[in-house]
């Protein structure tokens, strides 16, 4: 079992930035592949960003690349989402999420997920 907490959220101008986090506990973290999602209401849930736990292999979507970096501390058993000039369109509730397979993709079965932190970028 995987417990993930997500913290960092908050309000932001837009241009601004935030650093999301991804705190787990339980089995090792480190042969987790974690992703990023975001969900705004009335929307399905979408990819964001994710690392894969062998070679750290990372992957983006298209709407985030160049301006979010995923990066993960083993040794802190913690992922973190850095965002920089965020838009109005990043406004979002934030869900990390962890797979016993390996990869950086959206295509990934995610076994566990956190709660959530929510991201709102004022223009």
């Known amino acids: 079992q995987v417990q993930l907490v997500e913290t960092g959220g908050g309000l932001v101008q837009a241009g601004g930035s935030l650093r999301l986090s991804c705190a787990a506990s339980g089995r090792t973290f480190s042969r987790y592949s974690v992703g990023w999602f975001r969900q705004v209401p009335g929307k399905e849930r979408e990819f964001v960003a994710g690392?894969?736990?062998?070679?750290?292999?990372?992957s983006y979507a298209d709407s985030v690349k160049g301006r979010f970096t995923i990066s993960r501390d083993n040794a802190k058993n913690t992922v973190y989402l850095q965002m920089n000039s965020l838009k109005a369109e990043d406004t979002a509730v934030y869900y990390c999420a962890a797979s016993s397979k390996n990869g950086p993709g959206p295509g990934l079965a995610y076994d566990y997920w956190g709660q959530g932190t929510q991201v709102t970028v004022s223009s």
């Open positions: 690392i894969s736990w062998i070679g750290g292999v990372k």
